[in-house]
């Protein structure tokens, strides 16, 4: 199946420092990526649509100034944390839906962000 | 609204048969995915269903009814390696509107 990359693996930062993850895919055009959260034996929480070109489309309850949301080309988006706190600390996933091979949504493996 | 119901959690022996439920009811249906998520991992995809019937994918098999809005997963020959959660998500419109998930069964396989 497509792959889909995400950069750092895991992330350890201080207290109101930003974060950047990215997210790419590696073997098909993404002109929407999706970017989730998901908090230990908790299920997979959707925090905004990222949209290749336009600006991102975020879920209620999440704050778009907080968590900035960069689709720069048709294979690659950023999440950025900014001000990151401990309660902050999750496990961020991306994910993008190859639509040249039969619309399925492949997930990225995934960035651990620890806050200090 | 929208609504996807799975069980929580299931428990089944090593080298048995498991069925894992998935009920929806959404405002549009264009396909339904099961996936695979282990501990501290990010789901992988197992299967796309978006006609009637039963998909066979080596020991894992799904299952859709439309009418019923009912899918199922089948697992074969269970393996400690299966102990994972499993994700049912409906995907409501083709495109690039993002999928629907149930909270997923996590299933614990024994010896």
């Known amino acids: 199946g497509a792959v889909v990359s995400q950069h750092p693996s895991r992330v350890i930062c201080k207290s109101g420092t930003s974060v950047k993850i990215e997210c790419r895919s590696l073997?098909?055009?993404?002109?929407?990526m999706f970017w989730y959260r998901q908090f230990p034996k908790q299920s997979l929480m959707l925090m905004a649509t990222?949209?290749?070109?336009?600006?991102?489309?975020?879920e209620q309850g999440v704050e778009k100034d907080k968590f900035l949301i960069n689709h720069a080309s048709l294979t690659l988006s950023t999440l950025t944390v900014t001000s990151a706190h401990p309660e902050d600390s999750s496990f961020y996933i991306c994910?993008?839906?190859?639509?040249?091979?039969?619309?399925?949504?492949?997930f990225g493996p995934g960035t651990r962000l620890t806050v200090l | 609204g929208q609504n996807i119901d799975q069980p929580t959690e299931m428990t089944a022996t090593e080298g048995a048969i498991v069925q894992i439920n998935c009920t929806y009811q959404?405002?549009?249906?264009?396909?339904l995915f099961w996936y695979q998520q282990h501990a501290g991992e990010a789901p992988t995809f197992l299967s796309y269903?978006?006609?009637?019937g039963l998909e066979e994918k080596g020991r894992f098999s799904s299952f859709l009814s439309r009418s019923k809005g009912y899918s199922y997963l089948l697992l074969k020959e269970l393996q400690m390696k299966d102990s994972a959660s499993y994700l049912c998500?409906?995907?409501?419109?083709?495109?690039?509107?993002?999928?629907?998930f149930g909270k997923g069964t996590r299933l614990s396989v024994i010896a």
């Open positions: 994910s993008a839906r190859d639509l040249s091979g039969g619309d399925t949504q492949y």
């Open positions: 073997d098909f055009q993404a002109t929407t």
């Open positions: 990222s949209n290749e070109g336009s600006k991102a489309t975020y």
């Open positions: 959404t405002s549009g249906f264009n396909g």
């Open positions: 269903n978006v006609l009637d």
């Open positions: 998500a409906v995907m409501q419109n083709s495109g690039n509107t993002p999928l629907v």
